[in-house]
Structure formats: structure tokens, C-alpha cells
């Protein structure tokens, strides 16, 4: 997957993931979050056995939402 796919990819799991937890950042934020957010949920999703990011697709999308909510919930703990 090229730089462009994984700006895109990152920018739309992020705000996903912005909205389901009731955060509001901007475009950056979106797009660092996502990534992250990537790697965090491939890691889980490799770890329970089932298929991680494959190119850019709805799975690859879930995936990296769900990483991205886990890492905004790990930094909502860690503010309060």
C-alpha cells in the first residue's frame, strides 16, 4: 500500500474512530491516530488469529478503526 493509501486510510479511520469516542481533533490528528491506530489493531487482530490490514478495503478499515478507538480510549485514561 503506497504513502497516499495510508494518509487516506489513516485520515478516515481517524475520524471514525474521533467520532465514536466523542473526541474532536483536527485532519492531522485524524491522520496520526488512524496510523497508529493501524498498527495497534493489527497487532490485536493478529493476536486473536484473524486477518489484519490486507490493502485498503472495509476489513482493513475496521481494523484500523478499532486500533485508533483503542488508542484514544488508552489516552482518555491516561489525561484523567
Given at each position: ?69 483503542i ?6 485514561q491516561?489525561?484523567?
Amino acid at each position: 500500500m503506497g504513502v497516499i493509501a495510508w494518509l487516506v486510510l489513516g485520515a478516515l479511520s481517524g475520524w471514525i474512530a474521533n467520532r465514536l469516542m466523542n473526541s474532536r481533533t483536527g485532519l492531522i490528528d485524524n491522520i496520526i491516530t488512524g496510523i497508529i491506530g493501524s498498527f495497534i489493531g493489527g497487532f490485536v487482530f493478529n493476536f486473536f488469529g484473524a486477518e489484519t490490514i490486507t490493502g485498503f478495503n472495509l476489513h482493513s478499515i475496521f481494523v484500523s478503526v478499532v486500533g485508533a478507538c483503542i488508542l484514544l480510549w488508552i489516552i482518555n485514561q491516561i489525561r484523567r
